[in-house]
């Protein structure tokens, strides 16, 4: 049947078309100098450029980073032993910034041989390094992220042996942490006294730098990145070494070039979910291991909608996406679901297909299991809070009714920014700072902080002096938001009577502005080391009288509001 036969081609070759310009993926084609040959949309708008600029432009210039010696010795391997090329390099975007780039790299050579070009796959890692990053601050979370992803990472001494390996590491040998410990990796994984040859643990050792590379395992392939540790003195502690299979992104790599036909066998291979829909939202292709991962058959999904496959609630995310795709723009969201009685996340990538005409005829999507990611960051954020929950609490040692002030500050503050219809990033600014407003009392002596009749005028002062003090104590802090800014503007005023600085208006942050309204209430109303409660209704009082003088109006009108609606503390004043 020509016309089935015809039909299919045209199928697979829209496909085809729309995973290459797939906007999360910067593909290209390049001559053993860098000179490109090809560049889709992606890899050109990731630039700055039109795809017409590139041609011919050489991209170890354009990334503007200097790897020229370790490209060349990539480069010289592959064109020796035919091997493909997996790196992670920096780039300089369009705006300045570095970004991180993961590039598959598979060559191409002619009938004798020989390489003449190189066909590149490369997918924007930035923010997954920026999120590693932020792990690593944490020692508590690092151990338990390390132990509970899926790489191999070990702990070298510079005599090779093994001083401490994750979870994962130990699995795969099927064996147990400690008895790895004092093993020669060669040994264990090869039974040979030498290490392996061009081993990246043994080169970061010798040349005490890091080292990327990939060892070939049977028929497995594993990429490592080794990096060697070291003293305050200089002298080299032993070597990290983080390793991770890439035997499914090699065969990605080399079947993209070849024909329509392997492509679906290509997409079989990748644990991620592929899969095509019609315009009526419909399923018509589903691939990917990750259909045998959760235990589904292609069958379950051909001919069904999202509206068929999920509730009501549960498909508007979908349907509304796909109408994005449809609508011929690329879409990106996140989802989740409850499998087996566990929930699930997914990162979802949506694309529409197009014809000859230019008419949108379907969408091509990937789905990816994000689950690992959403943990990891919940528990970075279980850390962050730990943290925070801490320093809070130091000052219950100097002044314990500080302690409990600083948490009944929070309580009135969130509710007050939830009222107001703060963005998610400045109630959660106005939350950390509540808990920590008053950090910066740990500078001043204990018998003024919890002195029972008035200060005298130097003592005032120092008291005056803590907004500052809390500032410097927690600016190099990096919590991804003004922390530090709040805390020192806490005491500003809106006619600019308040310290340190005699701000005024608008030149005090909305999260400073709530954060003094929930201090002066909460401290009106409880009792305080000199005096006893004033009570709630004086605590008002006081914020009307001076509302849009001292303290901002539409702040003042929130919290009364919240007040008139039963607004009750948790924290007791002297917990």
Same mark, same amino acid.
């Given at each position: 049947m020509p016309g089935a036969a015809d039909n299919m081609e045209k199928d697979y070759s829209s496909l085809y078309n729309a995973l290459v310009d797939h906007p999360d993926l910067l593909i290209c084609r390049w001559l053993p100098d860098t000179s490109l040959t090809f560049v889709n949309d992606t890899y050109a708008r990731f630039y700055g450029y039109e795809k017409s600029e590139m041609i011919g432009k050489k991209w170890l210039e354009i990334t503007k980073i200097n790897i020229q010696e370790d490209l060349r010795f990539s480069i010289n391997r592959a064109e020796m032993l035919g091997d493909s090329i997996v790196r992670e390099d920096p780039v300089i975007d369009p705006q300045g910034k570095e970004r991180w780039v993961r590039w598959y790299n598979r060559p191409i050579t002619d009938d004798s041989g020989v390489v003449v070009e190189f066909q590149s796959i490369g997918i924007d890692i930035t923010d997954q390094r920026r999120t590693t990053q932020k792990?690593?601050?944490?020692?508590?979370?690092?151990?338990?992220?390390?132990?509970?992803?899926?790489?191999?990472?070990?702990?070298?001494?510079?005599?090779?042996?093994?001083?401490?390996?994750?979870?994962?590491?130990?699995?795969?040998?099927?064996?147990?942490?400690?008895?790895?410990?004092?093993?020669?990796?060669?040994?264990?994984?090869?039974?040979?006294?030498?290490?392996?040859?061009?081993?990246?643990?043994?080169?970061?050792?010798?040349?005490?730098?890091?080292?990327?590379?990939?060892?070939?395992?049977?028929?497995?392939?594993?990429?490592?990145?080794a990096y060697p540790v070291f003293g305050q003195d200089g002298e080299l502690l032993g070597v990290v070494d983080l390793s991770y299979e890439v035997t499914e992104e090699r065969k990605l790599s080399e079947e993209l070039v070849r024909s329509e036909e392997r492509f679906k066998k290509l997409e079989s291979s990748t644990n991620d979910i592929i899969f095509e829909l019609d315009r009526e939202g419909r399923h018509t292709a589903v691939y990917g291991r990750w259909l045998e991962k959760m235990g589904f058959k292609e069958e379950f999904f051909l001919g069904r909608s999202a509206g068929d496959i999920f509730s009501a609630k549960d498909a508007l995310v979908h349907e509304y996406n796909n109408a994005i795709a449809l609508g011929g723009k690329s879409t990106?969201?996140?989802?989740?679901?409850?499998?087996?009685?566990?929930?699930?996340?997914?990162?979802?990538?949506?694309?529409?297909?197009?014809?000859?005409?230019?008419?949108?005829?379907?969408?091509?999507?990937?789905?990816?299991?994000?689950?690992?990611?959403?943990?990891?960051? *919940?528990?970075?954020?279980?850390?962050?809070?730990?943290?925070?929950?801490?320093?809070?609490?130091?000052?219950?040692?100097?002044?314990?009714?500080?302690?409990?002030?600083? *948490?009944? &500050?929070?309580?009135?503050?969130?509710?007050?920014? *939830?009222?107001?219809?703060?963005?998610?990033?400045?109630?959660?600014?106005?939350?950390?700072?509540?808990?920590?407003?008053?950090?910066?009392?740990?500078?001043?002596?204990?018998?003024?902080?919890?002195?029972?009749?008035?200060?005298?005028?130097?003592?005032?002062?120092?008291?005056?002096?803590?907004? *500052?003090?809390?500032?410097?104590?927690?600016?190099?802090?990096?919590?991804?938001?003004?922390?530090?800014? &709040?805390?020192?503007?806490?005491?500003?005023?809106?006619?600019?009577?308040?310290?340190?600085?005699?701000?005024?208006?608008?030149?005090?942050?909305?999260?400073?502005?709530?954060?003094? &309204?929930?201090?002066?209430?909460?401290?009106?109303?409880?009792?305080?080391?000199?005096?006893?409660?004033?009570? &709630?209704?004086?605590?008002?009082?006081?914020?009307?009288?001076n509302s849009g003088v001292l303290y901002d109006r539409e702040v003042v009108d929130a919290l009364l509001r919240v007040i008139e609606r039963g607004f009750v503390f948790d924290t007791d004043p002297f917990e």
């Open positions: 792990l690593l601050e944490s020692e508590h979370v690092m151990s338990l992220i390390l132990d509970n992803i899926d790489e191999l990472v070990a702990y070298h001494s510079p005599d090779m042996s093994l001083v401490w390996v994750n979870g994962a590491y130990a699995r795969s040998r099927n064996k147990s942490q400690r008895e790895l410990t004092g093993k020669l990796c060669h040994e264990i994984w090869y039974g040979s006294k030498q290490p392996c040859e061009n081993c990246p643990v043994v080169r970061a050792v010798k040349e005490r730098k890091n080292v990327t590379g990939e060892i070939i395992s049977g028929e497995r392939v594993w990429h490592i990145k990106n969201y996140e989802w989740s679901a409850e499998i087996d009685g566990e929930r699930i996340f997914y990162s979802t990538s949506l694309s529409p297909i197009f014809d000859r005409e230019g008419n949108v005829t379907g969408i091509v999507g990937i789905g990816r299991d994000i689950t690992d990611i959403k943990r990891a960051e *919940e528990a970075l954020k279980r850390s962050w809070d730990q943290l925070i929950m801490t320093l809070s609490r130091m000052l219950r040692i100097k002044d314990p009714y500080t302690a409990g002030h600083q *948490e009944r &500050v929070k309580e009135i503050a969130v509710a007050v920014s *939830e009222e107001i219809g703060l963005s998610p990033r400045s109630r959660e600014t106005i939350r950390i700072a509540s808990l920590l407003h008053d950090i910066g009392k740990l500078a001043i002596p204990a018998d003024i902080l919890n002195k029972p009749g008035k200060l005298n005028e130097i003592e005032w002062g120092l008291i005056k002096q803590h907004p *500052e003090q809390g500032f410097e104590l927690l600016k190099g802090i990096d919590f991804e938001m003004p922390v530090a800014e &709040v805390i020192l503007q806490h005491h500003e005023r809106i006619n600019g009577s308040g310290y340190p600085l005699g701000l005024k208006g608008e030149e005090i942050s909305i999260e400073a502005r709530v954060l003094a &309204v929930a201090d002066v209430f909460e401290a009106i109303s409880s009792h305080r080391p000199y005096r006893p409660s004033l009570g &709630v209704e004086e605590a008002l009082a006081e914020l009307k009288k």
